[in-house]
């Protein structure tokens, strides 16, 4: 029984899980950009894209892929040059981040909570 | 589209977190729509093994469940806790993988990683130091047994606890 304790012992997990929860972003805090989308990953756990709006390039933090597909926010939607619309909230710490809580590209608005 | 598409490499992020992340398994869990949470629900079924067969064992030793024999016990509950072990190894190390250059600089995940190693090694202080006492195991078990056991549940709590945090960091 100690050899089995030892394999366990040895086999020391790395373990994690990156999804972010909204907490690390300020409610308090609503914030519209309108922009470019520089750069998209529609990936899991959740998808992203870089906007460049008023000079400024945001990381927006999307939904997870399965959720965006199922509202009719397809991956080739999140094309690089189109424009984007984005309400959500900025990170807390991390300046350049926030997390959307809904984006508009062309007239369809897709919710991503 | 190159493998390692779609994954946020935030500025600083370390260069061997930029090539796990574009390794092909690591693509592959970013890009299908139930592979990621698939790995999740492995990683969650294998720590639950592993960690309740390790909670089971500590309370024993802990002095719950006297009419249970504790040789017997562990013989019975270690190698579902290796089982468990041999689970979440691969599912963790794929859901690290997916996300790497973010995760390696998360203080929760770093903390999570240090309880892990500190769990182990106050395992491995348990089997080379106070279960090694001759037959049979006494029937109160030897204070330095007790508070290897106590800090086995923390310690496992505690990486758990890490582990759900990483979503709100």
Redesign the interface.
Same mark, same amino acid.
């Given at each position: 029984?100690?050899r089995?304790? &030892?394999? @366990? @012992? &040895? +086999? @020391?997990? !790395? !373990? @994690?899980? +990156? %999804? %972010? $929860?909204w907490?690390?972003y300020d409610t308090d805090k609503p914030l519209q950009l309108n922009g470019t989308i520089q750069e998209a $990953?529609?990936?899991? *756990?959740h998808g992203?894209i870089r906007l460049k709006s008023a000079g400024k390039t945001w990381?927006v933090v999307l939904a *997870? *892929?399965?959720r965006m597909?199922s509202r009719g926010l397809p991956k080739d939607k999140l094309a690089v040059g189109a424009g984007a619309s984005v309400v959500g909230y900025p990170h807390r710490t991390r300046p350049g981040e926030m997390r959307a809580e809904r984006i508009t590209i062309g007239s369809k608005t897709t919710e991503l909570r | 589209m190159p493998p390692g598409a779609g994954v946020d490499i935030p500025a600083g992020a370390a260069a061997w977190t930029v090539w796990l992340a574009a390794t092909p398994p690591a693509a592959a869990m970013r890009a299908g729509a139930w592979l990621y949470p698939g790995i999740e629900i492995l990683h969650i079924i294998g720590f639950t093994v592993l960690v309740g067969a390790v909670a089971m064992f500590d309370l024993r030793v802990l002095g719950l469940g006297r009419e249970l024999p504790p040789r017997a016990l562990a013989r019975y509950l270690l190698p579902w806790s290796v089982g468990g072990m041999l689970v979440v190894l691969p599912s963790g190390l794929l859901l690290f993988a997916a996300g790497a250059p973010e995760l390696a600089t998360n203080r929760v995940f770093l903390l999570k990683l240090v309880l892990i190693v500190a769990a182990v090694l106050n395992a491995l202080a348990f089997h080379i130091g106070p279960w090694r006492v001759g037959e049979p195991w006494p029937e109160s078990a030897p204070l330095r047994a007790r508070l290897h056991a106590a800090l086995s549940l923390l310690l496992w709590l505690a990486v758990i606890a890490c582990g759900r945090l990483l979503a709100y960091v």
């Open positions: 029984m100690k089995w304790f &030892l394999l @366990a @012992a &040895l +086999a @020391a997990a !790395t !373990t @994690a899980s +990156a %999804h %972010h $929860g907490s690390e $990953g529609y990936v899991q *756990p992203w990381l *997870p *892929p399965g597909e | -």
